[in-house]
């Protein structure tokens, strides 16, 4: 099959393309706005794009608090979505009141990030600190800007449990790491396989 993406005529009773682009790792990000109030939120467009220097970035699908307010203190956290904490990821997804916490929501505790404001979630194996670089408004191929920010952050700092750490390398098979698969599914590393790169 082939469908043209203006018209989304699939004739699927769901958009594939979220399914076709997967495993996709899961941005859990906490930010704070000027005033201070705190915003922990999943984001499944979400990947590393550099590493020396560390960058990272997420999508949001319209101007949410999240983007918001890194816009106004320009400083984030990703916080690393594991098998354990999934039912409490999830429930920080839920369309909460401005100003309602998302920590208190679901059960979860803030605890202090070491170079930036933005708390990360206790009881992460690993989070990323981040300082905004930049918030990209998207456009379509033809230059009609939607309601898609792309927000890319320098990672300043890396908290790792060390309970995770195994011969030196932070094991995600331990960790179980979450990713988010298309639809209502979702995949854990809980395997892994070796390919070496041919030289």
């Not at 594939?16 to 996709?24: E, L, S, T």
């Not at 705190?38 to 020396?52: D, M, W």
């Not at 033809?142 to 750490?165: A, N, Q």
């Amino acid at each position: 099959m082939f469908y043209d993406t203006q018209t989304y005529a699939h004739g699927l009773p769901h958009d594939p393309f979220k399914a076709i682009v997967a495993p996709r790792p899961i941005g859990w990000i906490s930010a704070v706005s000027a005033s201070g109030a705190v915003n922990l939120s999943p984001y499944s467009f979400f990947n590393a794009f550099s590493t020396r220097p560390p960058i990272v970035g997420f999508s949001s699908e319209g101007l949410k608090d999240a983007v918001a307010f890194i816009s106004e203190t320009k400083e984030f956290v990703c916080n690393l979505a594991t098998w354990d904490m999934r039912e409490a990821m999830n429930a920080t997804s839920a369309s909460l009141p401005r100003g309602q916490s998302e920590f208190e929501h679901a059960g979860l505790t803030p605890e202090p990030s070491t170079l930036v404001k933005p708390p990360r979630v206790k009881g992460v194996p690993a989070a990323l600190e981040c300082r905004l670089t930049d918030i990209h408004q998207l456009r379509t191929s033809t230059g009609e800007s939607m309601e898609r920010y792309l927000v890319l952050g320098h990672v300043v700092g890396v908290y790792i449990d060390e309970r995770y750490l195994k011969d030196g390398r932070f094991d995600m098979t331990a960790a179980r790491t979450i990713a988010r698969c298309g639809y209502h599914d979702y995949a854990v590393v809980d395997e892994l396989f070796q390919l070496v790169r041919p030289s």
